[in-house]
């Protein structure tokens, strides 16, 4: 590799025993590892296990809880990300945050803006830009809009904001999320590039092999704990995943049943992207059976979000038909559906489960507010025996339905939007992503709660991107990638054929 | 009281803690008495009985107000309207007692009394409910669509009267139409009318809100709109029905204070909105929506309207009393920031 030169096996930024806590909750117990200058160190880890959060705390957003950060073998204080800019570190947020309706000039200098005699410089503004672009071998017109290009080329913009600020440690946070094979290739060039540059590369992702073909160094994370980190050179697929994993911690099995008739079908479904252009999900068929669990793996942006939220009546369909209980639920709303008893488990709690302002009784009893009114009025009594049932139903920890929804742990806060939807007695339940941010504990319980609804008779529906839970109660495991279900696995599959369907092809 | 609390926090750290939390959460009760405390030590006429009366039926017409503001913002949203509505229909009922002159028949008709209200109210209820339709349905901004509505309303109350005011409300007995002047000036065992209509309107407000499934809406779709239509809430429905009750309790409130003046004039409620919204915060509900008693809400309109009407009895200024009023609402927003700023730490 053109890198290995003198500096190879520099540490640039070590990390010492960095510790996180929110709450009750710990995040990062004590983490170490190095940065090696110009060199690629991979970022592993399942969806909560602590990637972000150290991501934070490198470039400043959040400071460590203990521990301390070392640069260049020197303890350094980042408590902002204006000092961790101001030290070289640069982060690339998943989500973009650039401004679509400035130029790329301006987006490249925002909150830098180069100053003239007459205000802002923008020819030399222009200029610095040009020769950005030129360096990373990009034909971007530091005059168009963002807005105007697509998803890889404004990750660029991104990278050249970091450049121009000349950053020696840069933080990708899940960069090949939403491109398209070409510009990964595109992507991995200028990664390239920038290592032979000194530009040492911290990189999150969640796709493994592709991660693999440009990792120098491995540093695993298991909830808040790094399990492994070793150079390129001793690592390979299997060993990422058995140290992402852990050893068999059982999530349970398939409730041995009978499956009814189907109680969810979907026929051809098409749900459009929410930016507009393209098909998030691409004409889709799915069966599900009373009493089946079935487990949608996927990527994220591969569909699964649109799917359940389209079965459930937030979002339209372009084409196609959800049929519950052979029961068309097109013209439907919402309220209808969860009384016809099709119920989402939406992925993010805090946005769209949980009403904060509210108590957790009443944030248990919010679907089921029909079930307790008596004409014009509701009955507390009736309320408060649906909240019991519920709270006993799902092992919510806490202490009593009159607390604030706030002072509950993440895994309990999950049970109640999972209970909230379970006492309207649904036929079929939709869970997206229902394990994430939760701890393992949590998790085996809300697996135990689904397998012995399923027994009962409903068919559950839930997605997940961690493999592991894949192979836990379903019996039915679909892979789905780009909006549509590529690969479909029984329960005795192994998590490397689910993982492989699942990427996307490797580049060169 | 500041006294109190120090000295025990010296002493009992835990205790006083509690002091202060309860200070802090009945902080408009508190403060309400403070007020009284302080004016009737300023002023022997302040602390009689037909003085608490006189200042309550002030606050009636405030205090209505804000139990329809509360409700818009429980929502989540604010209605700038309700000050222009309350004009409007005022002019309204005052039109409609003139008799309404029908051009082609060449009749003029005289509707009786409760024909007037019944219109009015609906009048408000119709203003609320383009406000509502405008806010759930084309995504206009709350605070833009209000404050449209608020040029809309008063312009058009100053279109039908020219300007002018109507001065004869009290109706003839000839053309049955009298008693207009019974919800001003009528006293039942000696309370206004005025004050009697703002307590069974905040009653059947505190009902609303604690006892039916559309309270729990309102709650449930002001903190999290998108947990609450995930959650099979009607969230467009209950957006568009509260700013028709805001609408209609301006127009109540348009009607009491038409009926007290036993005039209505074009102008009429010019700026009440604004004392409406410091009524609901300083009554401690949340801006953000989700937090907010009918209780609150009147304490706080009964702060605003003694401490102002305390200010008028002592003889300070009436620019000192903008100043004072302004000062409490910024204090008010300060402390709710505490309450709610310390609970809803966010993870």
């Not at chain 1, 540059?197 to 120098?216: M, N, P, R």
């Not at chain 1, 099709?342 to 009443?362: H, K, S, Y």
């Not at chain 2, 209000?146 to 001065?167: E, F, K, P, Q």
Request: with cysteine; aromatic share 6%; glycine share 10%.
């Amino acid at each position: 590799m053109s890198t290995s030169d003198i500096t190879v096996d520099q540490v640039v930024l070590s990390a010492r025993n960095i510790a996180k806590s929110f709450g009750a909750v710990q995040a990062l117990k004590g983490v170490n590892f190095d940065i090696h200058r110009g060199q690629v160190t991979t970022l592993f880890g399942e969806n909560g296990a602590g990637k972000s959060t150290l991501m934070k705390i490198l470039s400043g957003v959040q400071l460590p809880s203990s521990g301390e950060l070392l640069l260049n073998g020197v303890p350094v204080h980042i408590g902002s990300t204006v000092e961790a800019r101001e030290l070289g570190i640069s982060i690339i947020h998943q989500e973009l945050s650039l401004a679509p309706n400035m130029t790329v000039r301006d987006n490249v200098f925002m909150g830098r803006e180069i100053m003239g005699p007459m205000g802002v410089n923008f020819a030399e503004e222009e200029r610095q830009c040009r020769a950005l672009m030129q360096e990373l071998e990009e034909d971007i017109d530091p005059l168009a809009l963002v807005e105007d290009l697509r998803l890889g080329q404004q990750q660029i913009v991104e990278i050249a904001r970091a450049l121009s600020v000349n950053s020696n440690i840069l933080i990708m946070d899940e960069p090949t999320s939403a491109l398209s094979a070409a510009e990964v290739e595109v992507l991995f060039k200028v990664i390239h590039d920038l290592k032979a540059k000194g530009v040492s590369i911290v990189y999150i992702s969640h796709h493994l092999e592709e991660a693999l073909t440009i990792s120098d160094h491995a540093v695993v994370l298991r909830d808040g704990q790094m399990t492994a980190y070793a150079p390129r050179a001793d690592i390979d697929l299997d060993w990422i995943v058995r140290n992402m994993v852990g050893e068999n911690f059982d999530l349970g099995t398939p409730p041995q049943t009978r499956f009814g008739p189907p109680a969810l079908v979907i026929s051809n479904l098409s749900v459009p992207m929410a930016s507009g252009t393209g098909l998030a999900v691409d004409q889709l068929d799915l069966t599900v059976h009373k009493g089946e669990i079935v487990c949608i793996y996927g990527l994220m942006g591969a569909g699964r979000t649109e799917l359940m939220e389209c079965a459930a009546g937030r979002i339209s369909p372009s084409a196609g038909d959800v049929r519950l209980n052979d029961r068309s639920v097109a013209q439907m709303s919402i309220a209808q559906r969860i009384d016809a008893g099709l119920v989402l488990v939406p992925e993010d709690r805090q946005r769209d489960g949980l009403v904060q302002t509210m108590t957790v009784g009443r944030n248990l009893s919010l679907a089921s507010i029909r079930r307790f009114t008596r004409g014009l009025f509701t009955h507390l009594g009736a309320e408060r025996q649906i909240i019991d049932a519920s709270i006993k139903e799902v092992t919510v920890k806490t202490d009593g339905p009159g607390a604030p929804i706030g002072s509950l742990s993440g895994g309990n806060q999950q049970k109640v939007v999972i209970g909230k939807m379970l006492v309207t007695h649904p036929d079929v339940i939709l869970l997206d992503e229902p394990s994430r941010g939760i701890d393992i504990g949590a998790k085996a319980e809300v697996f135990r709660i689904l397998a012995q609804h399923a027994a009962q008779g409903m068919a559950v529906v839930y997605s997940t991107s961690e493999v592991g839970e894949c192979l836990s109660i379903a019996h039915r495991i679909l892979v789905m990638r780009r909006g549509k279900i590529v690969a479909q696995f029984t329960h005795d599959t192994t998590k490397e054929a689910i993982m492989a369907a699942s990427g996307e092809s490797l580049v060169a | 009281m500041t006294d109190t609390t120090t000295s025990h926090s010296g002493a009992k750290p835990q205790r006083s803690f509690n002091i202060a939390q309860m200070l802090l959460e009945g902080r408009a009760f508190f403060a309400l008495i403070a007020i009284i405390l302080v004016f009737s030590y300023l002023s022997p006429n302040y602390a009689t009985v037909s003085n608490f009366l006189i200042m309550s039926n002030h606050v009636a017409i405030f205090g209505l107000l804000a139990i329809g503001m509360l409700l818009v913002i429980l929502n989540g949203g604010i209605d700038l309207s309700v000050g222009s509505v309350l004009g409007l229909t005022g002019v309204f009922s005052g039109y409609l007692m003139q008799g309404v002159q029908l051009e082609g028949a060449g009749v003029i008709l005289y509707p009786p009394v409760w024909v007037v209200i019944v219109l009015t109210l609906a009048l408000g209820a119709f203003v609320g409910f383009c406000n509502g339709v405008l806010i759930a349905w084309f995504k206009v901004p709350a605070f833009v669509a209000t404050l449209g509505s608020l040029y809309v309303a008063r312009g058009v109350a100053l279109l039908m009267t020219n300007g002018l005011t109507y001065n004869n409300l009290s109706g003839d007995a000839l053309l049955g139409n009298t008693g207009f002047d019974w919800l001003g000036f009528n006293r039942i065992a000696g309370v206004p009318v005025g004050v009697i209509v703002l307590v069974i309107v905040a009653l059947l407000a505190a009902i609303l809100l604690m006892r039916t499934a559309f309270g729990r809406w309102l709650y449930a779709s002001g903190g999290n709109e998108r947990a609450a239509e995930l959650s099979g809430v009607p969230v467009k429905r209950v957006q568009i029905t509260v700013y028709m009750l805001s609408g209609l309790c301006a127009a109540i409130a348009g009607l009491v204070l038409s009926s007290q003046l036993t005039s209505a004039g074009p102008t009429a409620g010019t700026t009440y909105e604004l004392t409406a919204i410091a009524a609901v915060v300083v009554g401690g509900a949340s801006m953000m929506g989700g937090r907010g008693t009918v209780q609150g809400t009147l304490l706080g309109a009964f702060v605003i309207g003694f401490l102002s009407d305390g200010l008028v009895i002592v003889g300070v200024s009436s620019y000192w009393q903008t100043v004072f009023t302004g000062a409490v609402i910024v204090l008010a927003v300060m402390l709710n920031s505490i309450q709610y700023g310390g609970k809803g730490a966010r993870r």
